[in-house]
């Protein structure tokens, strides 16, 4: 029971990720109901429904889709300085563990990558964006 110690931190950490991305999904679905209760209210009363209000339900559901190049960015900023800090941190858990440095370094390095592609893909988002004349939206 003493070696469960590192992997109980370990469960903790994918579950609480778990527990937020499920409280995010939950958290959507709920926002979308509570737009469309209007509509379904006046329908279930048998009220007729303009157009104009069904047209623009469906286009703000349509604009809230697409990828923001600025939500990729801040995410590609963030996962970097989060790779460049746990690299700096593979330098001091070194002076203790020396077989330590490489394993975490290599992590940092990962994290890295994985910031430099959200910030290709925002480009990459900017570009097609301005292809398709839907920039600024």
Same mark, same amino acid.
């Given at each position: ?72 960015? @801040?995410? %590609?900023?963030?996962? *970097? #300085?989060?790779?460049? /800090? +746990?690299? !700096? $941190?593979?330098?001091?858990? &070194?002076?203790? =563990? ?5 394993? @975490?370094? %290599?992590?940092?390095? *990962? #994290?890295?990558?994985? /910031? +430099?592609? !959200? $910030?290709?893909?925002?480009? &990459?988002?900017? =570009? ?7 920039? %600024?939206?």
């Amino acid at each position: 029971m003493e070696d469960f110690g590192p992997f109980a931190v370990a469960i903790a950490f994918w579950v609480f990720l778990g527990a937020c991305a499920i409280a995010g999904i939950i958290a959507d679905y709920k926002k979308r109901q509570a737009a469309l209760e209007p509509i379904r209210a006046a329908v279930e009363r048998g009220q007729p429904i303009d157009a104009a209000v069904v047209e623009r339900f469906m286009q703000l559901e349509i604009q809230g889709r697409g990828l923001q190049a600025v939500h990729l960015r @801040i995410a %590609g900023i963030i996962t *970097v #300085a989060t790779g460049v /800090g +746990v690299a !700096l $941190l593979a330098f001091f858990i &070194a002076q203790v =563990a020396p077989r330590g440095l490489y394993p @975490i370094f %290599g992590g940092g390095v *990962v #994290a890295v990558c994985i /910031g +430099v592609g !959200l $910030l290709l893909a925002a480009r &990459a988002v900017d =570009a097609q964006a301005r292809r398709d004349g839907t920039h %600024g939206n």
